[in-house]
């Protein structure tokens, strides 16, 4: 019994797994192409495959290592409204077309489809085609000129054709065919070609028909005349009579065949005026397609230049703004370094005052609270350094050459003495300072001569 269960649990498992492996076998439908990806193998240049691509057969997909999708080969129908795309000529033109195109199943351009447009739905993929062919259209109706473009559409197509075919390929894509319904310009160019066409075309009809008309009556006339003048010839022979009257006969002929020599000229001369004028009309309207086109030029051209000009003045609007509001932020810096600065300085000073202030004030103090006697001790305190700056204001004085008419002794004392005496003099002496300090000298630095004040008071009148 137990050997049943084993055999039955075989079965199933066995079974089990053959249906595992068959549902990993897939087929590709003729309207998919089979993408495997995952552990696919390598290039022939040593590199790892990305995926492979099948197309109309089947493949095993191996468990847990490769995994499959499917791309659509269903064509996809784009409509491309091109407009304003700029010709060779600088004109604008509206090229509304469709494209039809396709996943390719070239080898090669179907591993590119796998590699870029796997996992995209349809409307995705036209959206892409569709960015590729509006670019690729515009730059070949800029190398191309209007009456290319008009007159030689196998031309036109056969370049769109090879340009877009070219970029689809890159991304996996084949084109399938290409309509261009109409072309048109917002100027009226294309339709300017289409009358002077016309014009030209109904101009050379009827100059046709009128050549002929006068081919038919100039033959018709050379006949009628050899015709009459034999039978003139032969009846001139016989009755001299019937020669006056057929010379009668031709004379009048020839009246009517002026008259309608005339009338065949009046009416080529007004053929050839109505030629004219159709194409005067028709060079009147290319020209002013010409002027419409170069006055749009024209105001593109003035609008380009006004809104640069605007745009640069308003640059250099807000430069000058930003260069004014740095100058102003860096006065506004200055300013405050100054004040800042100035503060400090007066709170120095404040404080220098203070301290000098009640210096002054325990100076007092000491002093026995004279403030004379404060003064006196500050003086005596700097004295050295007066006598000092006294010193120093002839000890750096340089004499080259003196000159001096010595006119013999006075007093003793001769010219050149008296000079240099008199310049010592001029330094006023220090019992003289400590005199007009109020304070007196100790007697061991010497005691004044008896008249010396008096003698310097009277000389100081003298010497003025």
């Known amino acids: 019994m137990e050997f049943i269960y084993l055999t039955v649990v075989i079965v199933v498992l066995i079974f089990s797994l053959l249906i595992f492996l068959l549902s990993r076998y897939r087929k590709c439908p003729s309207d998919k192409i089979l993408v495997i990806y995952g552990n696919v193998g390598q290039n022939?240049?040593?590199t790892a495959r990305s995926a492979r691509c099948i197309h109309g057969g089947a493949a095993f997909i191996m468990p847990v290592v490769q995994a499959y999708q499917y791309l659509d080969l269903t064509p996809l129908s784009i409509s491309v409204d091109l407009k304003n795309a700029?010709?060779?000529?600088?004109?604008?033109?509206?090229?509304?077309s469709r494209f039809t195109v396709g996943i390719s199943t070239e080898q090669g351009v179907m591993q590119n489809a796998a590699e870029r447009l796997l996992g995209l739905k349809l409307t995705e993929v036209q959206e892409l085609a569709k960015d590729i062919i509006f670019g690729q259209l515009r730059l070949i109706i800029a190398t191309m000129d209007i009456e290319e473009i008009n007159t030689d559409r196998d031309k036109f197509l056969e370049a769109v054709s090879r340009n877009v075919e070219t970029e689809l390929r890159k991304i996996g894509l084949r084109l399938i065919n290409v309509n261009v319904t109409d072309i048109s310009d917002e100027s009226g160019y294309i339709e300017a070609l289409g009358k002077e066409a016309a014009a030209k075309a109904i101009n050379d009809a009827k100059r046709s028909v009128a050549e002929q008309d006068r081919d038919g009556s100039i033959g018709e006339a050379n006949a009628q005349r050899d015709q009459r003048v034999q039978v003139a010839s032969a009846n001139s022979t016989a009755i001299s009579g019937e020669n006056e009257a057929q010379a009668?006969?031709?004379?009048?002929?020839?009246?009517?065949?002026?008259?309608?020599?005339?009338a065949l000229r009046l009416a080529m001369a007004a053929e050839k005026i109505q030629s004219a004028n159709a194409l005067q009309e028709a060079y009147d309207a290319e020209r002013m397609a010409e002027e419409a086109r170069a006055a749009r030029e024209q105001a593109t051209l003035q609008a380009d230049?006004?809104?640069k000009a605007e745009i640069?003045?308003?640059?250099?609007e807000l430069q000058a703004e930003a260069e004014a509001e740095q100058i102003r932020r860096l006065a506004r810096g200055e300013a405050d370094a100054i004040y800042a600065k100035m503060e400090a300085e007066a709170r120095g000073m404040q404080e220098i005052l203070l301290k000098q202030a009640l210096g002054f004030k325990e100076l007092v103090l000491a002093a026995g609270g004279d403030a004379n006697d404060a003064l006196r001790m500050m003086i005596a305190d700097k004295m050295e350094d007066l006598m000092r700056v006294q010193v120093d204001a002839v000890k750096n004085l340089k004499i080259d050459k003196i000159t001096v008419w010595d006119g013999g002794e006075k007093d003793g004392k001769t010219a050149t003495a008296n000079f240099v005496s008199g310049m010592m003099k001029s330094i006023p002496p220090?019992?003289?300072?400590?005199?007009m300090a109020g304070m007196q000298?100790?007697?061991?630095?010497?005691?004044?001569?008896?008249?010396?004040?008096?003698?310097?008071?009277?000389?100081?009148?003298?010497?003025?």
Do not use: C, H
């Not at 009668?248 to 005339?262: H, V």
């Not at 220090?430 to 005199?435: A, G, P, S, T």
């Open 248 to 262: 009668a006969i031709a004379k009048s002929n020839a009246l009517r065949r002026e008259k309608e020599a005339e």
């Open 441 to 464: 000298l100790p007697e061991y630095l010497g005691k004044p001569k008896a008249g010396a004040v008096e003698q310097q008071i009277v000389e100081e009148p003298a010497q003025a």
């Open 430 to 435: 220090m019992n003289e300072m400590f005199d």
């Open 312 to 316: 640069k003045k308003q640059e250099i």
């Open 44 to 46: 022939k240049d040593g």
């Open 305 to 307: 230049v006004i809104i």
């Open 86 to 96: 700029l010709s060779r000529q600088n004109i604008r033109i509206d090229v509304p």
